[in-house]
């Protein structure tokens, strides 16, 4: 297997299959990063499709003493946090307009709360409530499976800052989820009895 | 053990980075404090369900992002 190394200095020659590897081997890590920090599948490929073009155009630039997945997904988090940011002033600036022509009463503009029994998406919203910050560690360690070491370089912070924020990530998500957790095991358990039963 | 000794060895155990000894000092804990017990499989259990949230890579996503790639000039080598 060539190592991304090679595959980069082939792609400096010139040799524009040697990206489409690159782009091959890496655009599963990268969309679904983008979808755990976003929540959003179309936003992910929309992100991981910059991501991937903007590495392309820094590509002379990088530095080999990193690893170019390291790179790419700081780039990535970087465009997740653009993102996010620019959707939460402009859902700050829509707030500020709706709650002017309401007379500012939030609360009848609560979302209505849909009831979903999937686990799978009670597990995004709760990725989705946590403080970026904590986001970033947590899916990074858990969903990309990187160690400690390689999230503290692609975060550039230390290691045990990771370390903590991926604890307390955690800690938010079991008390999010427990009872949803105990509820959906409750839930299949008597699926899969009443299926016995038939 | 104290609460908070607890937690942390508990989050070392989910890292993967408990020694021998400390995974022997919860599994004691853990055999004799049900609550403990039951944070730490819920916390297994976070673990386990956040790897299975995947999505697929659409068919067509690397032809994509060559197209706009061709747009650009061809990245150059650094000058020598």
Redesign the interface.
């Known amino acids: 297997m060539v190592d991304d190394s090679a595959l980069i200095t082939k792609c400096l020659e010139g040799n524009a299959e040697a990206y489409g590897r690159l782009v091959d081997k890496y655009s599963a890590r990268i969309i679904n990063l983008g979808y755990a920090m976003l929540g959003d599948r179309h936003q992910a490929e929309d992100i991981a499709q910059d991501a991937f073009v903007r590495a392309f155009k820094g590509l002379a630039r990088f530095e080999r003493k990193a690893k170019f997945s390291s790179w790419l997904y700081q780039i990535a988090l970087n465009l997740c946090k653009d993102y996010l940011k620019a959707k939460s002033r402009h859902a700050k600036s829509a707030d500020d307009e709706q709650l002017a022509t309401m007379g500012g009463n939030p609360q009848e503009q609560a979302p209505r709360v849909v009831l979903q029994t999937e686990l799978s998406q009670k597990m995004r919203e709760a990725i989705n409530k946590l403080p970026y910050l904590y986001r970033e560690a947590f899916v990074l360690r858990h969903l990309q499976g990187l160690d400690y070491r390689d999230v503290a370089a692609i975060t550039n912070v230390p290691a045990d800052t990771v370390r903590v924020r991926a604890y307390r990530a955690r800690e938010m998500m079991r008390q999010s989820l427990a009872p949803n957790v105990d509820t959906f095991w409750r839930e299949k358990a008597a699926k899969e009895k009443g299926r016995s039963d038939d | 053990m104290a609460k908070r000794d607890e ?1 942390k060895l508990i ?1 070392k155990a ?2 993967g980075e408990a020694s021998q000894a400390e995974t022997t000092r919860l599994r004691r804990r853990l055999e004799t404090d049900g609550k403990a017990r039951a ?1 730490f499989e ?2 297994k ?3 386990k ?10 068919p067509d ?2 032809r ?3 197209s ?3 747009k ?1 000039r ?5 000058k020598a």
């Open positions: 937690k989050h989910i890292d944070e819920q916390l259990q976070v673990v369900d956040t790897e299975k949230i995947r999505i697929d890579v659409p996503f690397t994509k992002v060559m706009e790639t061709r650009l061809r990245p150059a080598p650094p």
